[in-house]
């Protein structure tokens, strides 16, 4: 991986827009989250800055984590209790988890049917609807070969797999 010279001033930016001090190893953590979108262990992070010319230590990583999920830098997606990933919040979205192979995947799907059905008192404020739909694959199947689509109707979703 290349290794950039200056400090890169989008992820400066990121951070303080947040309210969150650029520190140089915040900018090292904040940099391997965001380099690909995906969900990632903190031990998969730690790995991977460890690698790099900036070491972080694990406390370090764990405190940077939590101050970015309470700032709404980062989702904290617990899949289960042995298994916490982290991914940069980009737009709000559900999962699909296979307790088999352990593969996550995004999907999008209006939060209103949830909203309504849940008809939650009025002096509560909705602060956000996490769904984890968890799943195994018959014969072999591997969630990477579904598509969601949630264009079907403003109540439903639908998982699809390819003609075979
Ligand atoms: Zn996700």
Known sequence: MMKQTGPDMDM?????????APTLQRLEIASALFSDKRHVTAE??????????????????????????AKGLVRELIVDPARVVYEP????????YDVTTGELMDFDAESQWMTEALRLPSEFELIGIDVIVRVRGARGRRLNTLTARSDIGHNAFQLSAPES
């Not at 400066?12 to 969150?20: E, K, P, Q």
């Not at 992070?45 to 999920?69: C, D, F, H, K, Q």
């Not at 919040?89 to 699909?96: A, E, F, V």
């Open 44 to 69: 998969q992070l730690l790995e991977e800055i460890n690698l790099g010319s900036n070491p972080v230590s694990r406390a370090t990583l764990y405190n940077t984590l939590r101050l970015m999920s």
């Open 89 to 96: 919040r980009t737009t709000d979205h559900h999962h699909i």
């Open 12 to 20: 400066v930016n990121l951070l303080r827009d947040h309210g969150i």
